[in-house]
């Protein structure tokens, strides 16, 4: 009898299904539609993400829930490879359940039709108001009854520096980018560089352009505009393309052991980073423990008060999944609860996109690595100062890949930055166009 | 009848899996070439619908493609005289009986064809890379990876994995050369130069027909090489190689342009080796 009435039930689901993706003529009722937990028996979930030590904390989980298991699978990070797997998992119709998205690649998915809107979720709607405001804005879009993902962790961005050489060599920690240009020069007299300028990774840049008020991209509801010449950009553009000139900065590719070393070797001073790039600097130069410290970004105005943003991610559902359900109560319990946002940060640095995120004890320590400073205070200073509305476009895979062969080819002295964000934008219109994305020209 | 039954047990089990893994995926490609994408709205849902020759008007428009297609010619016009030219030298020295240990040596020459290409091509990365490599006197005057060199630094990566593999070929044409015609040229008055030219290399040219062929499609192919290189060197964009775009194409996604790439790069290499074959056997009826 049980049996029955499960089949019965399953099968109106999946018509209910059906029945919804047939009508795609309005995008905001797909999917909202259906959202309830699954009869019987235990469900099992997939979930992929590049997380380091993901698997330690999805343990966590299975261990106190048996009825939901959650099965992970690692990968490389989102544009190295992962989000090409999704969207060909999604092309054949084998997506996992749950899979980890950064926020600028949610348009991307959600214009592939390959994300499940939780708005009709109860465990995401309860938990909308829990979250930083600007996260919530990149997974609902700005818009109502539509949510694509929950918010796992924010980048905000701050400067590393190294602060013995910094004190050894008598200079300044700026405050302002005029003088970082100032204290470039003179780290250049010391004989190491001020930092690396990321000339494939153009997500920190994205990130610089972010806290100078550029929007590269607009949606009004029927096209995209797309705008990588806006003056914050250009400003943006111009300061590191004089810097690179003048030869102030190497540009050694980012993401590899030579340039690890760099830092491990104490050539590169300070990086202007994400709040996940503690991690990547202790992972990466180990040798240097203990002589790092972390201040706000320099400011485009002295005394001024604003941060960029590089990364951060959200916990999608994948059209297609039977549970949609269960899948976002995973993704709740991992992004709000003390226990998965603890573990979350002490294996990854991962800092929260929830409000008290903020006050979780893990976060209020100070860190052995950056000489017992608390450098998470300095993050919720700059989370606070990010602005909220900036929108990322829908093929940011590929805008990525213009703009950083144009970066590659303007540190190896062809063309400038302002030339390679002028590729982009003429790219990145065709290829909304060659999708049939309605863009504005 | 019995005989073609037999005929066709032989050859199922090679011709399903041809089919499955060959045919199959093929046919797909190009009908997925023929479709393109509607939608409505910013985020509507897209739509496949037929759409002709568009993605092919595409390709033929696309400048970085042609550029691409250019510059793993200009590889292969050099990359692959010098490998088969080098093959063939090292298969030569080893049938001369020259060489001592010459077993020892055709496994030593072969043994870079065992490592996967995406490792060699890491390894040598880290060879070139200015702050890695131990080779600092090469690395400190020459930027192996800068843009006038890194296709010359990727050609000697390729050139290292295939010389043995391509050697091995070549030299197993030679042992199968019959002993009298040896015998014949010595009494002739060959020495081992004039053997080598006169007997051997025309004998074993139809072995270096096919290396040639092998060779002008895994060039029109490269992948895994200016993949990997990618992350080391400013120089190679996400269009460097034919193969390279396909594959960026693809991960936008836009899978029908990435298929109608992939149709013209197969086409392009099948329509080359082709020529290459007539132009060779032209020269053998003379």
């Given amino acids: 009898m049980k049996k029955i009435l499960s089949v019965l039930l399953t099968s109106t689901l999946a018509l209910t299904a059906c029945s919804s993706g047939g009508d795609d003529d309005t995008t905001a009722t797909t999917g909202a539609a259906s959202c309830a937990p699954s009869s019987g028996g235990p469900v099992t979930l997939n979930f992929t993400s590049w997380i380091p030590n993901i698997e330690d904390v999805v343990k966590v989980w299975n261990d106190s829930h048996p009825n939901i298991q959650v099965k992970v699978q690692t990968g490389p990070n989102g544009n190295g490879g992962t989000y090409q797997n999704f969207f060909n998992q999604l092309k054949a119709g084998n997506a996992p359940d749950l899979g980890q998205i950064e926020y600028d690649a949610l348009p991307s998915f959600r214009v592939q039709d390959g994300l499940e809107n939780l708005a009709a979720c109860k465990p995401v709607s309860d938990a909308k108001d829990q979250f930083i405001d600007w996260t919530w804005n990149q997974v609902s879009f700005g818009e109502q009854n539509a949510v694509y993902g929950v918010p796992q962790d924010a980048g905000p961005m701050a400067l590393f520096y190294r602060k013995d050489l910094f004190e050894k060599a008598g200079i300044a920690i700026p405050t302002t980018w005029e003088e970082y240009t100032a204290a470039a020069e003179k780290v250049k007299a010391a004989g190491g560089y001020i930092t ?144 998965a946002l603890t573990l979350l940060n002490e294996k990854a640095n991962l800092y929260p996109a929830t409000k008290s995120g903020a006050t979780l004890p893990a976060l209020s320590k100070g860190v052995a690595f950056y000489g017992d400073q608390k450098i998470y205070d300095v993050f919720a200073e700059a989370s606070g100062q990010v602005a909220p509305d900036f929108t990322w476009g829908p093929t940011m895979t590929s805008t990525y890949a213009t703009a950083s062969d144009g970066f590659k080819a303007a540190v190896s002295g062809n063309g400038t930055l302002i030339d390679a964000l002028k590729k982009a934008q003429t790219t990145t219109v065709d290829n909304l166009k060659s999708q049939s994305i309605p863009v504005a020209e | 009848m019995t005989k073609k039954k037999h005929l066709l047990v032989f050859i199922l089990p090679f011709g399903l899996l041809f089919a499955a893994f060959y045919v199959a995926p ?244 099948f329509a080359l080796s082709f020529t290459f074959l007539k132009f060779t056997q032209r020269g053998a009826d003379k």
């Fill in chain 1, 196 to 339: 690396n300028f990321s000339q494939s990774d153009i997500n920190q840049f994205a990130g610089l352009a972010w806290q100078a008020g550029g929007h590269w991209f607009a949606n009004d509801g029927s096209k995209w505009s797309v705008n990588f010449q806006d003056e914050a950009t250009t400003k943006v553009a111009t300061y590191w393309q004089d810097l690179i000139t003048k030869k102030l900065v190497s540009t050694v590719p980012p993401w590899t052991t030579e340039w690890d070393n760099a830092y491990n070797k104490g050539n590169a001073w300070t990086w202007v980073s994400a709040v996940w790039g503690a991690n990547s600097i202790s992972s990466g130069a180990p040798d240097t423990s203990g002589k790092w410290a972390v201040a706000p970004m320099p400011q485009w105005t002295a005394g001024g008060k604003t941060a960029g943003n590089w990364g951060g991610s959200s916990t999608a559902v994948f059209k297609g999944s039977k549970h949609p359900y269960e899948a976002s109560e995973f993704a709740i319990w991992l992004n709000t609860s003390q226990e």
């Fill in chain 2, 26 to 269: 093929i046919g797909y490609a190009i009908k997925q070439s023929l479709y393109k994408v509607t939608r409505t709205g910013t985020f509507g849902p897209a739509h496949e619908v037929f759409g002709g020759l568009e993605q092919y008007q595409r390709v033929f428009e696309n400048g970085p493609f042609w550029e691409s297609v250019g510059r793993v010619l200009l590889f292969g016009l050099v990359q692959v005289p010098v490998m088969l030219g080098l093959a063939l030298l090292l298969a030569l020295l080893l049938d001369s009986g020259l060489v001592k240990g010459r077993r020892f040596f055709r496994l030593a020459f072969f043994v870079p064809y065992a490592v996967p290409g995406v490792v060699a091509a890491i390894m040598w990365g880290f060879l070139y890379s200015p702050n890695l490599s131990p080779f600092t006197a090469v690395t400190k005057n020459w930027d192996l990876l800068s843009a006038d060199l890194v296709l010359w630094a990727m050609a000697n990566v390729v050139t290292w994995v295939y010389v043995g593999y391509n050697m091995l070929i070549i030299y197993s044409a030679l042992l199968a050369i019959p002993q009298e015609v040896y015998e014949a040229a010595k009494i002739d008055g060959a020495g081992p130069l004039r053997t080598a030219w006169s007997i051997k290399i025309p004998l074993v040219m139809p072995a270096i027909v096919l290396t040639t062929v092998f060779s002008i499609i895994g060039t029109l192919q490269l992948l895994a090489e200016p993949q990997v290189f990618r992350t080391f060197s400013s120089a190679v964009s996400s269009t460097y190689t034919p193969n390279l775009t396909v594959y960026s194409t693809s991960s936008i996604p836009n899978f029908n342009l990435a298929a109608a790439f992939s149709v013209v790069l197969a086409l392009a290499t």
